[in-house]
């Protein structure tokens, strides 16, 4: 349909967006933000918002082409993607509708629900809190549509202020944005952190392991376990103190003493030097807090806080939570916090969500607690961090987000990939979970260990348990196996920090999520939403969690996941698949699927140990071989000034080029702004000819050997290094191997094992398969062998 001629409209001029973006008449205002993105302003007095929200930061677009016409039927405004129809009176289904011009023509009408509603469904967004939950929780709305199509109201949040203060809006009125985009899910979001404001860049080391546990820990026995975390090889980051830090056994007329700014003189004698040795073992400290209990009496900081905010301590009157009086807020930032900082405490654990109501009409405390908090945490030149509840939308401007208490069961652990994938369709990107569950349930080593794979595979790894003297998260506390593949796993999340640093800036940068749902890459394919569970981890990882008990015959847990096209590795096993299709994928307890798509490069450093804060000295880069592929390696100096442009940036390039008889050439180019050592590992080859390296100190011919890694000793900064290798064979599997020994560890009858052995030495293939399905195996054992016999280069 072509629009038809523009007509004249009235446009007024608005500090926010673009004049020339404005259609505006009596009563209402429809500002193009986008060819996709609509305001839809409704207000009798013409009085309308133009500064700052609770959720919006920016309506300065560039203004997109568009058309208007009035008539007596009232407004069309029609742009490449969108056409409006309004009437011109209050907003009415009648009255206002909106259809998207591409794809299914689908049409929007004012009321119309964005929920979920089958399979033209909202894909949702988040949920405030995981609290007490033992499953799956209901999730809010999100941005993205099946539909084509969502709405988000901003009609009830305040105005914020120069000063960071908030204020009710002064006029009542319709505020709202409609984010038209079909399936165009990356510009969607795009779009939304223009509007809302980017997710920060935080500190590099929050993205290490965090050791957190609900236990009235003593300093030295904090210290202690911290240096047997080291003795034992099991790096950490951030040492979080939950609440008996403070002062908890007080008297009941002052309250539970679930709240306290007073460090318990019994358990922390000398808390600047307890602070200062979590420092020197290379950890940031967190301190758990309750504001909304107020502050009493009893605390070291109440006589000046009492009489900074009017109250004379001589009374010991409480002094209440209230984060709608600048009086108190000053006072309870400069008393209360400030000096805990200034002896070594990194930041602040806000807990409990401190009601939903205020004096100020509309404001919800924990919003404006978050607010306030991660703005003070910026001052004296630091990076801004909080870690708190989530308080809505536009609550990705304050992370780290915390889900609450969860309940330490299956269910719970089975919903936690689907939760924290799809809070990317609201930008929400940092969630920190209770890795291993909290609240309940029962000890069980695999469940504990499937939770700590989830966990390395999450924005944020903080193990967590509650006051049980028997639930804790040690690894040496669960059996040995399950404590090995425990440590191997936490040890690997450190190797991960630089590729997750690069993620936490293409997160700033272009509102990619660390981990957001398969068809954030892949809206059109069906499949990509069938898998609920599967999501992408970074640019060149795909994770399917396995959430579910192993079949006791086989020791195989299972998943469902759906492989785009390519060739694809199992990061651990080397395992190679063919894509573009569904399949079920089996692995013991060491393992967990984790894929890379050939041609995936991926830096990881090279000791786990070393300190996550820094740039690492040296690198294992892994090269998945049979495609083409780059990656860009992002670092910066750590300061309080966020710049792209100011970032260092470590390209990989890798060039594969066929050679014949089903072998091909591969060269990587590594160009690096600093010193580093690195070791390159070629994925997938079965066999190397030679390899040379051109640049560096270790340029010439070089050795190559099975497993395929070559050092390419210190890289100078600011050169390129090229390593390439010749007459490469990608890898054939042995599935007999393989498939005697999956059988020997299967609990399962010896005759049984000795036919299934012998077909396998038989046959291969289709025939194979048949034989085995007529064998009607126990478990999930036919599952095992169909998925060996189908892995790409099977023999």
Known sequence: MNPPETATATRSALAAADPAAVVEGPGYRITVLTSQLLRLERQEDNQFADGRTQLVQSRRFPVSDFTVTLDGA????????????????????????????????TTWRYGDLVERDGFGANLMGTARTLDDIDGATELEPGLLSRRGYSLIDDSSTLTVEADNWVSPRTEPGTDMYFFGYGIDFDSALRDWFTLTGPNPVLPRWV??????????????????????????????????????WHLVDIDPSLGTGWTG???????????????????????????????????????????????????????????????????????????????????????????WQQGTATRTPGLDPLWMLNHLHFADSARDGRRPLTFSRYAGL???????????DTVTTWASLDFQPYFTATAANVGYHWWSHDIGGHLRGTKDDELATRWFQFGVFSPICRLHSSASR?????????????????????????????YLYAAMWDSH?????????????HPDVPEAYEVANQYLFGPQLVVAPLTRPADRATGHAEVTAWLPPGRWYDLFTAGAYDGDRMLVLHRTLDHLPVLARAGAILPLAADPMADVSGQPESLIVKVFLGAEGQYRLVEDDGSATVSRADCLETRFDLDWRPAGDHMADATLTVESPVERSIVVE??????????????????????????????????????????????????VVDIHDRIFEMLDRAQIDYDLKDRIMTAVNRQDGTPLLASLQAMELPGNLIGVLTELTCLAGAA
Do not use: C
Not at 294 to 309: I, K, S
């Open 74 to 105: 009232g407004l069309d405004l029609w742009t490449d993607n969108l056409h409006l129809h309004y009437d011109g009176g209050p907003f009415t289904p009648a009255g206002l509708s909106i259809t998207l011009r591409r794809g299914p023509g």
């Open 207 to 244: 993205l290490g392991n965090w050791w957190s546990r609900f236990h009235r820990y003593s300093a030295e026995e904090y210290l202690a376990l911290m240096d047997q975390f080291r003795g034992a090889g099991v790096p950490f980051s951030v040492a979080v103190l939950d609440m008996d």
């Open 261 to 351: 700014y007073t460090w318990n003189p019994d358990l922390f004698p000398d808390p600047k030097g307890f602070l200062s040795e979590l420092g020197s073992r290379g950890l940031r400290a967190t301190l758990n807090v309750h504001p909304a209990d107020g502050v009493r009496r009893h605390e070291a900081a109440y006589p000046a806080l009492a009489r900074e905010v009017g109250v004379d301590p001589a009374g010991g009157r409480e002094i209440a939570f209230d984060i709608t009086s600048r009086t108190f807020v000053d006072a309870y930032f400069r008393h209360l916090h400030h000096p805990h900082e200034e002896i070594g405490v990194d930041f602040w654990w806000l807990d």
């Open 394 to 404: 536009g609550g990705h401007r304050y992370p780290i987000g915390f889900s609450g």
């Open 470 to 498: 028997f639930n804790t998260k040690e690894p040496w506390r669960f059996g040995a196996e399950a404590s090995r593949v425990m440590t191997k796993y936490l040890r690997l999340r450190h190797q991960l920090v630089p």
């Open 509 to 521: 940068v272009h509102g990619t999520a660390p981990v957001r749902p398969m068809y954030h890459a």
């Open 682 to 731: 070629f994925v997938g080859a079965a066999s190397i000819a030679s390899g040379q390296v051109v640049g560096g100190d270790k340029a010439g011919p070089i050795a190559v050997g099975d497993p395929w890694l070559i050092d390419l000793g210190s890289v100078p900064g600011g050169s390129s290094v090229q390593v390439t290798v010749t007459r490469v064979r990608l890898g």
